[in-house]
């Protein structure tokens, strides 16, 4: 079982930026694939960005492309999405999500560990 803890959330103003942490115990993570999530209030959970454990290879959804970005620290055992110039659109309810993989994935079903959430709020 892998266990992840989303932490980090907050209300800030657009322009502003944060970083989420996913904290992750339960088991080596050297075939995993991480990936952070977001859903908005009325919308589907959507892929926002991924990594592999073990390796430099990382996607993105298109939006957060040159604001967003997601890197992971082996010492912590940590997943990280730094988020600038953030923008009214970007509030949503952050997941992180792991799956046993060597490629990256972008949809929610391919994902088998979740988190519970973590609240971002951008005020305009």
């Known amino acids: 079982q892998v266990q992840l803890v989303e932490s980090g959330g907050g209300l800030v103003q657009a322009g502003n930026s944060l970083r989420l942490s996913c904290a992750i115990s339960?088991?080596?993570?050297?075939?995993?694939?991480m990936g952070w999530f977001r859903q908005a209030p009325g919308k589907e959970r959507e892929f926002v960005a991924a990594?592999?454990?073990?390796?430099?290879?990382?996607k993105y959804t298109d939006s957060v492309l040159g604001r967003f970005y997601i890197s992971r620290d082996y010492a912590k055992n940590t997943v990280y999405l730094q988020m600038n110039s953030l923008q009214p659109e970007d509030t949503a309810v952050y997941y992180c999500?792991?799956?046993?993989?060597?490629?990256?994935?972008?949809?929610?079903?391919?994902?088998?560990?979740w988190g519970q959430g973590t609240q971002v709020t951008v005020s305009s």
């Open positions: 339960g088991r080596t993570l050297s075939s995993y694939a």
């Open positions: 999500a792991a799956v046993k993989s060597d490629s990256l994935r972008i949809l929610p079903n391919e994902y088998d560990y």
């Open positions: 990594i592999r454990w073990s390796g430099s290879t990382t």
